[in-house]
């Protein structure tokens, strides 16, 4: 069984090498092997010559001519892939590649098709103090879209825009994904679940990043989640 590790990059040249080092040591439940295929979408820091000169066997490089998106570098890592299995890796440092075994175990030993790697089961909201949460605004925009995820589409999941999807090839056949940007997580999750396929959730902890640290996603891309997810409970 071969698993594809689909890392979407864009501006990630403080990360990329690191990820793609951690990625490529990872190791995985017997007789399952994997495949890397990292997704340059038209970045213009230096990530591209970095990736270029990454030699490590088992890794495929594709280059976006000019950034379209998340969804869109997702996309074509699904089309290039072989795997049995299918997971999305971002490249920047807040997912634990070390999760891969744990996200596993469900399509293992349960024969699950999706499972998702939940932050928000142990990530509390602490608004002031030593501790206080990293954007909080995030985090409860985060529970407000999965809220309204469940609500739509009769879901009982508490992480609806986590970075950690994993599929069964079969699933991401069977789905036409047609979002470029961030809402590609919106997408997937209604589609799988308006077919009433099961999503299991695992806990999961990241090491949440700020804007000045490199991260990308804002109330623009809240706005098109909720635009996706009120779109496809009436579209196909």
Known sequence: MKLSIIIPVFNEKKTIREVIKKVSFVELPDK??????????????????????????????????KNSGKGAA??????HS?????????ADLEY??????????????????????????????????RNKTILPIHLIANKFLTL???????????????????????????????????DFEAEVTAKILKREIPIIEVPISVKPRTYK??????????????WTLLKYKFTK
């Open 82 to 90: 072989m795997g049995d299995l299918i997971i999305i890796q971002d």
């Open 148 to 182: 309204l995820t469940n609500l739509l589409y009769g879901g009982n999941i508490t992480d609806m825009e986590t970075g950690y999807k994993l599929f069964k090839r079969e699933v991401l056949k069977n789905i036409s994904i047609n979002s470029n940007k961030f």
């Open 213 to 226: 640290d490199g991260k990308k996603i804002g109330w623009k891309d809240g706005f098109w989640a909720v």
């Open 96 to 129: 634990d590649p070390n999760y891969y075994k744990k996200l596993l175990e469900p399509i293992l030993e349960k024969n699950a098709q999706v499972v998702y790697g939940s932050r928000l089961m142990t990530y509390p909201l602490k608004i002031w103090g």
């Open 74 to 79: 997702v996309r074509t890592g699904i089309e």
């Open 32 to 65: 399952i092997n994997k495949e890397i295929i990292i997704v340059d979408d038209g970045s213009t820091d230096g990530s591209v010559n970095l990736i270029k000169n990454i030699m490590i066997k088992g890794v495929r490089k594709i280059f976006h001519e």
